[in-house]
C-alpha cells in the first residue's frame, strides 16, 4: 500500500515558479512509476509529466515542456515538480499518482493506482 502527500501548491503570478513536492509511504515506492496530473475546474484530469521507476525516463506534456521538471528521490521516497515560467492556464489542482503495475509509467490516467489529495496551484495574469 502506498499513501501520496502533495504540497508545495499556492498562488503565484504569471512567469513565476513553484516547486511541488509529493511524499510517498511504502517499502516499494522506488520500483514504482510516478506521474502529475492536473485538472482545471470542469475539465478533465490531464497529465502532465512522468517519471519512470529508476528516474532515468521522464515524458512531459507539450504544454509544459521547457518550463517543468520532473524529479524523484527514492532516499527520501519523494517526488517533485519544479515548475518555471508559469502561465495562468496552468492553474488547477495538482495530483500526483504511482503505478504499482507498469514501472516504465504511463500517461494514462486509467494506469495509476494510487492518487495524492491534491494541491492548487493558481496563476495570477
Known amino acids: 500500500q502506498v499513501q501520496l502527500v502533495e504540497s508545495g501548491g499556492g498562488l503565484v503570478q504569471a512567469g513565476g515558479s513553484l516547486r511541488l513536492s509529493c511524499a510517498a509511504s511504502?517499502?516499494?515506492?522506488?520500483?514504482?512509476?510516478m506521474a502529475w496530473f492536473r485538472q482545471a475546474p470542469r475539465k478533465e484530469r490531464e497529465f502532465v509529466a512522468l517519471i519512470n521507476w529508476s528516474g532515468a525516463r521522464t515524458v512531459y506534456a507539450d504544454s509544459v515542456k521547457g518550463r517543468f521538471t520532473i524529479s524523484r528521490d527514492s532516499a527520501k521516497k519523494t517526488m517533485y515538480l519544479q515548475m518555471n515560467s508559469l502561465k495562468p492556464e496552468d492553474t488547477a489542482v495538482y495530483y500526483c499518482a504511482a503505478d504499482s503495475a507498469n514501472p516504465s509509467g504511463s500517461s494514462l490516467v486509467g494506469a495509476y493506482n494510487y492518487w495524492g489529495q491534491g494541491t492548487q496551484v493558481t496563476v495570477s495574469s
Open positions: 511504502g517499502r516499494t515506492f522506488s520500483t514504482y512509476a
